[in-house]
């Protein structure tokens, strides 16, 4: 059994920063890939950014791109999204992701295990 538990949401400023962690159990996290997911009061979860298990393959949404940044620490068993130049559009919980596979997605519905997620907030 895999479990996800994400941290470091909250209330921020727009142009402010946050930092999210999600943090896996189990032996298997070096070879699983990771993503991020939002999901905005209303609206269907979205895809947010991935990485593969080597760090060699990252993805963005492209409303993130050069925002936000997505690593994982394989010794930690976590995966990290910086969130920089924060948006009110980026209001929405968000949701760590990981796969049977090490190879990343851009598919909400190719992710195996999911976290409970954690609410950001950005005010205008």
């Known amino acids: 059994q895999v479990q996800l538990v994400e941290s470091g949401g909250g209330l921020v400023q727009a142009g402010g920063s946050l930092r999210l962690s999600c943090v896996t159990s189990?032996?298997?996290?070096?070879?699983?890939?990771m993503g991020w997911f939002r999901q905005a009061p209303g609206k269907e979860r979205e895809f947010v950014a991935a990485?593969?298990?080597?760090?060699?393959?990252?993805y963005y949404a492209d409303s993130v791109k050069g925002r936000f940044t997505i690593s994982r620490d394989n010794t930690k068993n976590t995966v990290y999204l910086q969130m920089n130049s924060l948006k009110p559009e980026d209001t929405a919980v968000y949701y760590c992701?990981?796969?049977?596979?090490?190879?990343?997605?851009?598919?909400?519905?190719?992710?195996?295990?999911w976290g409970q997620g954690t609410q950001v907030t950005v005010s205008s």
């Open positions: 992701a990981a796969r049977d596979s090490a190879v990343p997605s851009l598919g909400r519905y190719d992710y195996d295990y």
């Open positions: 189990g032996r298997t996290f070096s070879r699983r890939a």
């Open positions: 990485i593969s298990w080597n760090d060699e393959n990252i």
